[in-house]
């Protein structure tokens, strides 16, 4: 079961991180995205990390974040990460994990978005970008 904190509120430039935690299954064996959605819209694919025990461990961003956010994953915390900077009032939305087992999940969420699928989808954090 996965489990995304660490929303909230935050000024125009400025940084959060966001965290995605599970109980029960290893991490490190799953590739991990970050998806969100704003109000009125669909939901979007950000970010992913592939497994480093089945794939590369490499990370993909989409365009709208790359550069500004960075997926990590602490394999001792069993926790995967969303450090966001500079972000921006079209950055607020609820912001999701998920994880699944596809060794090139992370190139295929990059290409379909959530039409790809996912394993396990974890409740949301919400993110608000105001001043």
């Known amino acids: 079961q996965l489990q995304a904190s660490g929303g909230g509120l935050v000024q125009p430039g400025g940084s959060l991180r966001l965290s995605c935690a599970a109980s029960g299954d290893t991490l490190d064996d799953y590739g991990i995205g970050w998806f969100r959605q704003a109000p009125g819209k669909e939901r979007e694919w950000i970010s992913c990390?592939?497994?480093?025990?089945?794939?590369?461990?490499?990370?993909y961003y989409s365009d709208s974040v790359k550069g500004r956010f960075t997926i990590s994953r602490d394999n001792a915390k069993n926790t995967v990460y969303l450090q966001m900077s500079s972000l921006k009032p079209e950055d607020a939305a609820v912001y999701y994990c998920?994880?699944?087992?596809?060794?090139?999940?992370?190139?295929?969420?990059?290409?379909?978005?959530?039409?790809?699928?996912?394993?396990?989808w974890g409740q949301g954090t919400l993110v608000t970008v105001s001043s």
């Open positions: 990390v592939s497994s480093p025990s089945r794939s590369d461990g490499f990370t």
């Open positions: 998920a994880a699944d087992l596809r060794t090139l999940i992370c190139a295929q969420w990059k290409l379909s978005g959530p039409k790809a699928g996912f394993g396990s």
